[in-house]
């Protein structure tokens, strides 16, 4: 068994820890009906995931008749009440989740999260899951305000420390997450099987992975 040289290891959820595609795009179509918009084809998801509910409307209203900011703040309150009461309909481990999370564990390891989504429906649906008690700390993009999520440092600068400090790393899917690790000074290893905003190999992360039995012979790696 390889030996894991961190004490904390975080994950990002959307498109990494969790493939909550389809959770999303029924609750993104959802909003997009109340204002006559045409719905996303849900393959069509992974690409507007990842940098919060707010930025996925935001991207799905300029691509599906143009951005009316006016429509957003309602909008997004009726996007995220349908996906508050459906959140953990189809959403699911990755491939091999579980028996990393177990492995780490199993270590001594640190389990954390830090996700641009609100850190309300983080804790829901980890919850909903079963899964919420496995981490020390769930971090979403409203937990330290405003101008603080990914690929700000700060979300993960507040994870290391709400975990009790040490040498940690992250895992995560998208820019927003490398950007985010490489500003707080963290290794940090991508997967090719999330949401991703630039290729997997473009990102910049220390390793990349396409199933979660890589991630601890690359964390050992680093």
């Known amino acids: ?10 994950f990002d959820l959307d498109g990494t820890l969790l493939d909550t595609a389809h959770d999303l795009g029924h609750a993104l179509n ?11 084809p849900l393959t069509d998801m992974r690409r507007l995931i990842g940098g919060g509910t707010g930025t ?25 009440e349908y996906y508050t009461d459906n959140i953990a309909v189809h959403s699911r481990l990755f491939p091999g989740g579980l028996e990393m999370l177990d492995t780490l564990a199993a270590q001594g390891v640190t389990l954390a999260v830090a ?53 940690a790393a992250f895992v995560g899917d998208t ?13 940090v290893v991508a997967v090719r099987f999330g949401f ?3 290729p997997p190999d473009q990102l910049g992360a220390d390793a990349v992975i396409d199933h979660f039995d890589e991630l601890l012979p690359a964390l050992a790696r680093l």
């Open 1 to 10: 068994m390889d030996k894991i040289p961190f004490d904390i290891v975080g």
């Open 30 to 40: 959802h909003a997009l009906a109340l204002v006559d918009r045409p719905a996303v």
């Open 56 to 80: 996925m409307l935001r991207n799905a209203l300029a691509e599906t008749g143009g951005l009316d900011s006016a429509l957003l703040p309602d909008l997004q309150d009726r996007l995220i």
């Open 115 to 167: 996700t641009n989504k609100r850190e309300s429906l983080a804790v829901r649906l980890f919850s909903e899951l079963g899964l919420l008690d496995r981490f020390t700390a769930v971090l979403g993009g409203d937990t330290l305000g405003p101008q603080t999520s990914k690929p700000r440092p700060d979300m993960l600068t507040e994870m290391v420390a709400r975990c009790g400090g040490g040498r």
């Open 175 to 187: 820019t927003y997450d490398v950007g985010a690790a490489r500003a707080a000074g963290l290794p």
């Open 196 to 198: 991703w905003d630039l």
